[in-house]
């Protein structure tokens, strides 16, 4: 079986360790990706072996567009195998601190160009995984508190959901694994709470004392970190427990943030079986 994934980025190589010891060979573009991106010979006659596609391409910040779908739509269109697209919760917007399902409307949120880039895949017939906050080893609240760049934000009642990213990788092998219909799947943990929590956690694993609480003011975040405390949701998973039988690892950020001190993380990545 042959994945072609655009964009091996963080959670994508997350997603090709988990398929590969499972038979999968994995061509991609992107960060020492096999293949350019740019080729367009040479994505199209992988994309012509491939049985399965996954895109990780978020849109241009600068155009709002997905390359991917610029470039490559109209095969994606003719093609018959199984697609995939890593999207974000943010389609959903705020929901002043509200559960959230598959149901819910999109593109009333600050990220206009993915709810539009969302809408275009699963006008192809994808499976449009929704993502919260992506954690795992190397980008964990663990991190931040080590490198002296984690912040507590004063904002009561503000809560998010998060997910663990070889969650993200079980999911995507389950929908590959049960030919998963098409549609949009959360994935997302079970227990959406405050960043403050999580941060608080972190210090309490490492033995150190969490960071002054502050106000988003006194913070001087960047306009990208402000954006994360623009919208207030929690993320419901149902749908994708449901269909695709999936059951996240970490449940909560307790588990996941342990894993990640541990460092057992990428041993477990291969885990499990593909059929």
């Given at each position: 079986m042959r994945l072609l994934i655009f964009g091996l980025g963080y959670t994508a190589k997350h997603v090709a360790a988990r398929l590969e010891p499972h038979g999968w060979a994995v061509e991609a573009t992107g960060r020492d990706g096999t293949l350019d991106f740019a080729d367009k010979d040479a994505v199209q006659f992988a994309l012509g072996k491939a049985d399965a596609v996954l895109s990780s391409v978020p849109p241009d910040r600068q155009s709002g567009s997905d390359q991917v779908l610029a470039d490559y739509g109209a095969d994606l269109a003719r093609f018959d195998g199984w697609i995939g697209y890593l999207s974000s919760t943010g389609v959903y917007g705020d929901a002043d601190g509200a559960w959230v399902d598959e149901t819910a409307p999109t593109g009333t949120g600050r990220r206009s160009a993915r709810s539009e880039a969302d809408e275009a895949w699963l006008g192809l017939g994808a499976r449009v995984f929704r993502l919260p906050g992506i954690y795992g080893p190397g980008r964990s609240a663990l991190d931040r508190v080590r490198e002296g760049r984690a912040n507590r934000i004063d904002i009561p009642g503000q809560v998010f959901s998060r997910v663990h990213v070889r969650d993200i990788a079980e999911g995507v092998a389950l929908a590959l694994k049960q030919r998963a219909p098409r549609g949009a799947y959360n994935l997302s943990d079970d227990l959406p709470c405050p960043q403050n929590t999580v941060i608080e956690e972190a210090c309490r694993l490492l033995g150190?004392?969490?960071?002054?609480?502050?106000?988003?003011?006194?913070?001087?975040?960047?306009?990208?970190?402000?954006?994360?405390?623009?919208?207030?949701?929690?993320?419901?998973?149902?749908k994708a427990k449901r269909v695709l039988e999936w059951q996240p690892a970490y449940p909560t950020y307790r588990e996941g943030l342990v894993a990640c001190l541990a460092g057992s993380d990428s041993a477990s990545l291969a885990d499990g079986g593909l059929g």
């Open positions: 150190t004392a969490p960071p002054p609480l502050q106000t988003l003011e006194e913070a001087d975040l960047s306009p990208m970190a402000r954006g994360f405390y623009a919208e207030n949701r929690r993320v419901a998973n149902i």
